[in-house]
């Protein structure tokens, strides 16, 4: 018995995180494959539990919305796990605007209330749009274009699961108003008209 | 712009299904990377939804719990996307026992009640348990050996995400007791008592 | 030697798809990983070659440009091997919208004339844009928005290769404004102007 | 000439370790790939070979077996390179309990003697068993509930490969009752009587 | 009991091959993933047993050894699984000539009798080769040139296995004069002289 | 606003090299996944441009001919996105000698001039050659021998694309002559004559 009992501790003295886990160190610099592993002697339970996702976000915005993100950024333990997590509040009339997450699909489970969600095909530009209500689930290939709208009078919630522990989020009207990118090469590339391009970028910070 | 449209059709007549989606054709052979994808032309916005997991799964059973599965069997949408999902529902004195999940990890988030889950690691055989509540979230890594049962005196309910269109689900009770597997070599390779084999196997319809 | 030739004969006989290329059928259903393999005995050189890009493409349209793609549905020996390629053509003035790839990187590589180029990071919506020559060369990550202008006074021409047979192109404006998105849903999530959407949905062909 | 050989110099000077291997670093952090790459200038051939396997392990221990692995953390020349190999020592009676890789998949070679060993699918709780002889392979899928027992009167011995650099190794009892996961959460989620669990608890060195 | 009994059946009524296995349909077409896979129904343990490598090759043969393949051809059990085996017999002055393996790292273990075995790093056409042993176990990692002789003077036995269901082999002479590409564009590419080449496609069965 | 804004910065403060990029650092030891990531606020456009490849490489050599790489040595801002780049300089009778790529498949595409390219498959050895115009594409599956040579009297320029950051480049008279690999091992493991091999270690520099 004690020689199984060694053998073990010999075989898995370092290996944890290899083969179970591997725990954002998120101060180290990361690698394509994500962030080096935290010594599994210094993980505990609290690294695999996110306790963030009870309380509604504020949205008392122009969106009327509000984004609560469960990325490896800030849950360290999904680091190499291939997932993550965020809540979705939506208050009356509450917009997700256009986005898209180019490193992984996104599932939507609707907790309460009524949302309008879609997405846009790359190949044909066809749109998949659908009202969904509590209980309902939608998924959203990755890399796609995509939103999410309060359908109800009442305040609605979602949970958003995603494919990869960092997805990302671009939101299109931060990636053209929200930045220095001159409003020359931006209505070249969008046609978009110059009076509307100064009128968001103006909204939502940009400059150029 | 005519000519653009055209080319546009030309490269994306036949590709949706790779570079966006891959709605699953179940009857198909399969391959290690999943099922065969219906044509694009065939695919329309219900395929993207699943309507399932708005109601409670029946508890009247002997683990007063349920699964409601939204796995790419269930939810074809969901094929070659990296993620599935599913609902749990724990009546008071609630479990899902004993588990692995051979092909993903999986996120627990808690809609409902109280919840004590738990993991434990391969290395050490160290145990991960806490009890969460409303809106907590717990990772539970690929592969390892993972619980929840029902912490408080009310229904839970929560929802389970997967980083795999068709996670599986090996429950250690099931794979010993409810099968043709010999007691003599299940006893052998388990430490197990006869008379506690012949209990469960008698419980959950194994013979042998 | 007979015997050694024999065994190779056996070992290989039906092996090579799997081992060395996959040819795809186009008209098969394909798969999460991309299209079913042709049987090796009916796989020539040419299936190898792609003779398409030597051409300009016509780019007398509204964007004074043309994408001449060698993706796997033009270029079926691409299947399964990691990448494919295209050609662009920008007369003066010439522009490549706003777009991503849902399924890949893209590398530029400038054959003739300036080309200036961007794309815009999803974290702070940083935007990397920069003027190139002949024989520069531009990587743009996987999923993000990037553009092409022309950035001289004659025709530019560009390849571009992916880290995917079957990349994917979502061009924004085409996405917004080329389909049948209700007016009311896009400006709710676009924060565009009705007089906006409804002008570009008249140029794109767009309905709703 | 002198140029070229001046090129290669420049190309690869330091890039061996991503185009060719990565010799790990044990001490090293490790990220979800594995674990860093020692400098190429320091791998010498020994980092690739493994002696240990030559010898058998010590098979007086309540199993009458041994695991002699090879895994990343004993080799760490198989660091990145999807393999990792191991050597089982059954005495007469020897059994490896059940158990599973959550990491990777796994072979069988027998070298000596007679191996009984079986594995049980987690969708049916489908048993596949068989008694192998010398030279005889059996394939285990990752994360599936797998065990070998001795089934001659001598000596029997396997190597088995891994699709893995550190596949993991969950031994069921070593998970239920070698730590201090509570009596009563065990019994809860395994439907194991008491008296067993106190029992497996005492000889696997469990507490609580 | 009988709801849960229910719910596992259908949850896992056709997605067997997904989440545990997918033994491959050999005269199916397959994909670049592998291939297609038979159904659960269809598949029993022999499926995952392979008794070919018991007996030694036939040496009788210029290179004095023998290859026994247990790959996805011969093997079907192993698609989709991440790795294959095979069987060395290498007779007195056997050899197993320069070659790679395109799709796949190598691990060989000697079972019997003493090799030489080595491979060239892509990099610096650095050299690693050493003297193996019974028991000992090298790595030769994916695609890089390698090559294994006997060392002894009495047969030597080695078990290889590799991180893909088929790795390929590409014999170096095979490559270069077993085939009819034409000597004047091999001696211009190997820079071998015409009289060698000229004698190698003779004895390999080489044209043109 | 200000909260959607905070919100994001908080998301993303240290998330980009996950979601969008990692540029390398090359004195990082790095892992199998590629180099370690630089931080984002590190990161100008520069990262991302390569400006190398506009010139000719020096063809006055044995071969002829010169390669220039962009791979993630060379250039840093590739690593962890699937895709490197090079360029190809034949001069009148320039040839790329016989080589692999034993980390990626290759796109080549004829900037200018004529070049004969061909592959040769590990299963059954057929050879796979054509003559290419300026223009035409042809691919190289993973791991296989190949070649390219000058089919012109001018000079042939190409740009070879790799489905990875770092493919690796193994030149079989390299790895065979250019290096103290013993003559004795040499001959035996290519059935190559003394004469042979000794005058091509003598024109390569090897030794032994």
Redesign the interface.
């Known amino acids: ?5 060694f ?16 725990v954002a ?2 101060k ?13 002697s210094r993980v ?3 690294d ?4 963030g ?3 509604a ?2 949205t ?4 009327n919305a ?10 360290p ?9 965020a ?1 979705l509040d939506l208050a009356p009339a509450g ?4 986005h ?6 996104e ?1 939507l ?1 609707v ?1 309460e209330g009524k949302i ?1 969600a ?13 009202t ?14 995509h ?1 999410q ?1 309060n359908a109800g009078e009442n305040n609605a919630v979602g ?1 958003v ?10 939101i ?5 108003f ?4 001159s409003s020359e ?1 931006l209505e ?6 110059d009076a ?1 391009v100064k ?2 970028k103006k ?1 939502l ?1 940009g400059t150029g």
């Open positions: 018995m004690l020689l199984i009992v053998l073990f501790a010999l075989i898995f003295s370092s290996s944890s995180h290899a083969a179970d886990f591997c160190k998120l180290g610099a990361g690698s394509p494959a994500g962030y080096s592993c935290r010594m599994p505990t339970v609290d695999f539990v996110f306790t996702l009870g309380v976000g504020n008392t915005n122009i969106i509000a984004v609560t993100p469960a990325f490896v950024q800030q849950f333990g999904v680091n190499g796990l291939g997932l993550s997590i809540r917009v997700i605007p256009m898209t997450h180019p490193g992984g699909s599932l489970y907790v309008t879609g997405f846009i095909s790359s190949s044909a530009n066809v749109v998949y749009v659908k969904l209500g509590k209980g309902d689930v939608m998924v959203f290939p990755r890399g796609l274009l939103f709208v949970v699961s995603f494919s990869d522990p960092d997805p990302g989020l671009q299109t009207d931060f990636a053209f929200a930045n220095d990118l090469l070249k590339t969008t046609f978009l008209d509307q009128k968001l909204v910070g």
